[in-house]
């Protein structure tokens, strides 16, 4: 179908982004292979090829030797409309075949504003929007990714969904499909499915009842087949080192958000910030050897010719032997222009012995920390850990060291917050401005602020959270950057980025709502709703007029969903889904909250007892193991 696509590629934006053909891209025999995916990143093409979980399954699948696996993504409205024009279905980039003929549809979901572009998606493959209406030739359609924790609000629209780590579950849903297939498929897509919510991981909407209470709340999530688990627990992947994907990553042809090369050095993280869901999620905490981490870095610099090397994770200063991992890679590549980067790194965990190393081969890249809160009260009640003391202590040594520059990221609308502190936000810059300028003498110090709204998320301490009024947020927010400029000296070196409040509270929807949100979802795309990550694209309004006509009726609201807070008993929409963490530690840990309580990380202190590790009989692996990277000789000499 490309000789399709390719009369229409002229006529729309960035037509590159279609086309295929990258660096290490995978295209298999059709005929030969037994068992077809087609993984999608439901956003534009520059988002989602860097996509690290699509790249891990992408080589995971096609190394088997009788399994294709293509990715397809997002496409703009203007190559949508023509496509819809030309019955052009939607595509495979590898191979450019219909979405509609492969097996499996698989869709990683990073963030829940992704969920219009899976509608678009199945709509341009033929495949009905939902999934009751789907037949035995139709893709088996599965959501993975963090917002598959909470995939209820997309419940209609999906066949299953993967929670956790994804490396085991895709090769025995693999598995199963070929026996079913090889079977001569007996009972139907029924029974496909019903095998497929037996392996650990797998949850099925349609094998699990909702009801509901007269005031909207749930009454009970109970199965409707024992053939599927009361709860379905996360995946695992324990031991990282046996996983070492990507080991050939895609070279982008089209422009992409992240130039580089990615190498994921550990998983989990259990610094405990009790706003991040990714930190909840994805416990406990494995490391990747310091063997391991080598050699996937020389493979993955040999097979894609990238020239900047990102040591992926969630707090990646954290891993247990940093400084070796980044003095061992900055000798090897030293001379090479190799560059490494770490994304953005704690205050307490950042040192400027590493930023030299991390810096040493490559372009000095900015500096960039997340203190979330602007105040200590408000840090104690989300459990950031950082003093403005560590903070000023550590970019005044940068400044020493050269930098010059500095990105500061934080929340507004967290639970319990006040103006005072949002306003403190302004006086931690200026400190930061005026350290730098005592320091280096010069004025040439700038230091850029990124608000974010909070948006409460399932499985942390803060899903009961009433999310705050998105007016109440942009107040702030005005407030702040007049309290910024206060001091024009200073002010004029300080710049201000941020999200207003209204998409974060659709985001707060789609990330705590029920089945119930589903229609409206529907209702949202065909009324034109698409890329709702992007402001260009994202409309409010729209959303509020599809709640107010969906919802009214049913006796909730899009407040309902969002602004109000839930307390303990009530019945959360993912209580069927288990994450590990002990729901009565997650509750207990919002009440510390509430009180300012700090909770340390379990990796240098007694373990708090968040559920995990028993519920998976293991305990925390972290180093220092005392290995060294492997001596392989220094690249280009
Ligand atoms: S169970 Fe204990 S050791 Fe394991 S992640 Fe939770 S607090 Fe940490």
Redesign the pocket.
């Known amino acids: 179908m490309f000789e399709q696509l390719e009369l229409l590629l002229p006529r729309v934006s960035k037509p590159v982004q279609y086309i295929g053909g990258e660096l290490n891209a995978t295209v298999k025999d059709w005929d030969t292979a037994a068992i077809r995916w087609a993984l999608m990143y439901p956003d534009a093409y520059e988002v989602g090829l860097p996509n690290q979980g699509i790249m891990i399954l992408y080589e995971v699948l096609n190394e088997q030797h009788d399994v294709l696996a293509e990715r397809t993504y997002a496409v703009w409205p203007d190559l949508e409309k023509l496509m819809r024009e030309h019955r052009v279905p939607q595509f495979t980039v590898d191979s450019h075949r219909p979405v509609g003929e492969f097996d499996l549809l698989g869709v990683s979901f990073a963030t829940e504003l992704g969920y219009t572009n899976l509608l678009t998606a199945l709509d341009l493959a033929g495949i009905p929007l939902h999934a009751a209406q789907r037949t035995n030739g139709h893709p088996i359609v599965i959501a993975g990714g963090h917002a598959a924790f909470n995939p209820e609000p997309i419940a209609d629209f999906i066949d299953a969904a993967v929670l956790g780590d994804g490396e085991e579950a895709v090769l025995e849903i693999t598995d199963a499909v070929r026996e079913w297939k090889a079977q001569g498929q007996p009972g139907g897509r029924t029974e496909l499915l019903t095998r497929l919510g037996e392996i650990d991981g797998v949850y099925l909407p349609g094998a699990y009842d909702v009801s509901y209470l007269p005031d909207g709340r749930i009454a009970g999530i109970v199965r409707n087949t024992e053939r599927v688990a009361h709860r379905v627990a996360k995946r695992t992947t324990m031991d990282l080192d046996e996983w070492p994907y990507p080991k050939q990553p895609l070279v982008p042809i089209a422009e992409i958000v992240h130039e580089r090369m990615s190498v994921e050095i550990f998983r989990?993280c259990?610094r405990g910030c009790r706003f991040c869901q990714a930190g909840m999620i994805t416990?406990?905490?494995r490391e990747r050897s310091i063997e391991g981490i080598g050699e996937m870095v020389e493979q993955g610099l040999k097979a894609s010719g990238f020239s900047e090397v990102g040591l992926l994770s969630l707090s990646s200063a954290d891993h247990s032997e940093i400084r070796e991992i980044t003095k061992g890679l900055a000798d090897r590549y030293e001379g090479t222009g190799t560059g490494l980067s770490l994304p953005s790194t704690r205050v307490d965990a950042f040192n400027i012995d590493l930023a030299n190393e991390i810096s040493r081969n490559g372009r000095r890249s900015g500096l960039t920390f997340a203190p979330e809160g602007g105040s200590e009260r408000i840090r104690r009640v989300i459990n950031k850990m950082v003093s403005e003391e560590d903070l000023i202590r550590t970019v005044a040594t940068a400044f020493g060291a050269g930098w010059r520059q500095v990105k500061l990221y934080f929340m507004c609308g967290l639970p319990t917050e006040t103006d005072d502190d949002v306003l403190q936000i302004a006086h931690m810059a200026h400190r930061v401005i005026r350290a730098g300028r005592e320091v280096t003498g010069s004025k040439d110090i700038r230091c850029t602020i990124s608000i974010g709204a909070f948006v409460p998320k399932p499985h942390t301490p803060f899903q009961w959270a009433g999310q705050e009024d998105p007016d109440i947020v942009d107040s702030r927010l005005r407030k702040l950057r007049v309290e910024i400029n206060s001091d024009r000296r200073i002010g004029r070196n300080v710049g201000m980025r941020y999200h207003d409040g209204k998409p974060a509270l659709i985001e707060g929807l789609l990330s705590r709502g029920d089945r119930r949100v589903g229609r409206v979802i529907e209702r949202v795309w065909r009324d034109g709703g698409r890329f709702d990550g992007w402001s260009e694209h994202f409309s409010y309004d729209r959303w509020v007029t599809a709640c107010a006509a969906e919802l009214a009726a049913l006796g909730v609201s899009l407040e309902w969903f969002t602004t109000r807070e839930r307390d303990r008993d009530e019945v959360l929409p993912w209580d069927h889904l288990d994450s590990g963490?002990d729901k009565d530690?997650l509750w207990d840990d919002w009440q510390d909250a509430l009180s300012g309580r700090e909770q340390d990380?379990?990796?240098w202190t007694p373990?708090?007892?968040?559920?995990?590790?028993?519920s998976m009989g293991?305990?925390?692996q972290v180093g220092p193991s005392g290995r060294q990277l492997l001596p392989i000789s220094p690249a280009g000499r």
């Open positions: 989990g259990t416990r406990p905490v963490l530690w990380d379990c990796r373990c708090f007892d968040c559920g995990v590790c028993p293991t305990d925390i």
